[in-house]
Nanobody, 128 residues
């Protein structure tokens, strides 16, 4: 069973950085999709970044392009999200998600409905 556990959230000042990590366990996979999403109070969950492990193909929301970077660490079996140049509007609960396949040739769009497996989330708070 797919299990995802996020860590690395915290409180930083605007302009600061954080590195979020998603520990993946419970299944083996080859070419799959992982995503990072966020949800602020009173707002809908939005896609932040997606990585397709069949070649490391990435996709980012326009609001984070050039500031955030998603990566996969095979040795640690994690999917990480580096957050740089943080802004107060980046404040949200950040969630890791997986499409749950063991091997797929399909690169998923960065939409919540494409990712049936979710972690519990980690809070990021950016103060001005």
């Amino acid at each position: 069973q797919v299990q995802l556990v996020e860590s690395g959230g915290g409180s930083v000042q605007a302009g600061g950085s954080l590195r979020l990590s998603c520990a993946v366990s419970g299944y083996t996979y080859r070419r799959v999709n992982f995503g990072w999403f966020r949800q602020a109070p009173g707002k809908e969950r939005e896609g932040v970044a997606r990585i397709y492990t069949g070649g490391g193909i990435t996709e980012y929301a326009d609001s984070v392009k050039g500031r955030f970077a998603i990566s996969q660490d095979n040795a640690k079996n994690t999917v990480d999200l580096q957050l740089n140049s943080l802004k107060p509007e980046d404040t949200a609960m950040y969630f890791c998600a997986a499409d749950g396949y063991s091997d797929t040739s399909i690169i998923r769009d960065l939409r919540p409905e494409n990712f049936p497996y979710w972690g519990q989330g980690t809070q990021v708070t950016v103060s001005s």
